[in-house]
């Protein structure tokens, strides 16, 4: 079964995802499809496999169609979809182990839970969609694993996404317009699994601290502490550090340092968190 991990970007957020691709490369085992969106991207490293997507509207809307080609479009028979502003820790390959015994065995992908359960925040977009049944689970986001057998389902939401701009009205669906059309096409297809409480913890300087040194007292480490397990444990979730998202990693430079103490420690056969 040949794994891998899919990524996709535009040029405007390339420095960002390639702090990601740099970060997959040295922690994870498994290959890469970069997905570029309007432009291509080569590395000359053979791990790296860079595909292009061209659109024509070069929007958000459209942008986020372009996570659901990636899957569409996978050479891999088993993926994890990551976004662009994460960065992969040394524990990150945990994740195929966690969900592989899994995922073989379902006809829906396996996607991350959030930790806030925003399905009333946004209600008026489950509305836009025609939501007519009650979600068998929690709110998922956008990230996930799958495998070939269960692509249909991204076509599904490509399908129901292409028909939004037909009609024009991609304005309506702004935060998160393919993140919607899955929590809705799950809901329909009544499923209730998922991959549990995602292991890509916020991005916070001090939950990145707090990873890096986990028996400091430093008040900013202290915090992060504080911060994971408040959010984790409350949910029953076991604390696991599998990536950063967002936030503070959204800021290249800092995301270059973090990596290179990951790499550090990692070299020294530190035992991280």
Not at 18 to 45: A, R
Not at 95 to 120: G, Q, S, T
Not at 254 to 269: A, L, P, R, S, T
Request: charged residues 25%; hydrophobic residues 35%; glycine residues 2%.
């Amino acid at each position: 079964m040949k794994k891998g991990f899919i990524i996709f970007s535009d040029i405007n957020y390339f420095d960002i995802v390639d702090n990601l691709i740099t970060s997959v490369l040295l922690f994870s085992k498994y290959d890469i499809e970069f997905n570029c969106i309007n432009f291509i991207k080569e590395y000359s490293n053979p791990r790296i496999k860079c595909k292009q997507i061209n659109i024509n509207n070069h929007n958000f809307f459209n942008i986020t169609k372009c996570k659901l080609i990636s899957s569409i479009n996978t050479d891999f028979d088993l993926a994890l979809l990551l976004d662009g502003d994460m960065i992969a820790t040394p524990e990150i390959d945990n994740i195929f182990i966690d969900n592989e015994d899994i995922i073989v065995n379902k006809k829906i992908p396996l996607f991350c839970k959030h930790p806030h359960n925003p399905f009333m925040c946004y209600e008026h977009i489950f509305k836009l969609l025609g939501m007519n049944k009650t979600p068998k689970m929690k709110y998922v986001y956008s990230v996930y694993m799958f495998t070939k057998t269960q692509i249909w389902f991204f076509q599904k939401a490509l399908d129901i996404m292409n028909n939004i701009s037909f009609n024009n009205t991609e304005n309506l669906y702004y935060p998160i317009p393919e993140e919607s059309v899955l929590n809705y096409l799950l809901s329909e297809y009544e499923v209730d699994y998922d991959m549990g409480y995602c292991y890509h913890i916020n991005g916070f300087e001090e939950n990145v601290e707090y990873y890096l040194n986990p028996l400091s007292v430093k008040e900013i480490c202290l915090k992060g502490k504080k911060s994971i397990e408040d959010t984790y444990l409350n949910c029953d979730c076991p604390v696991k550090i599998y990536a950063f998202h967002g936030h503070k990693i959204k800021d290249v430079n800092y995301g270059k340092k973090v990596i290179e103490k990951m790499k550090k420690m990692k070299n020294e056969n530190y035992k991280l968190i």
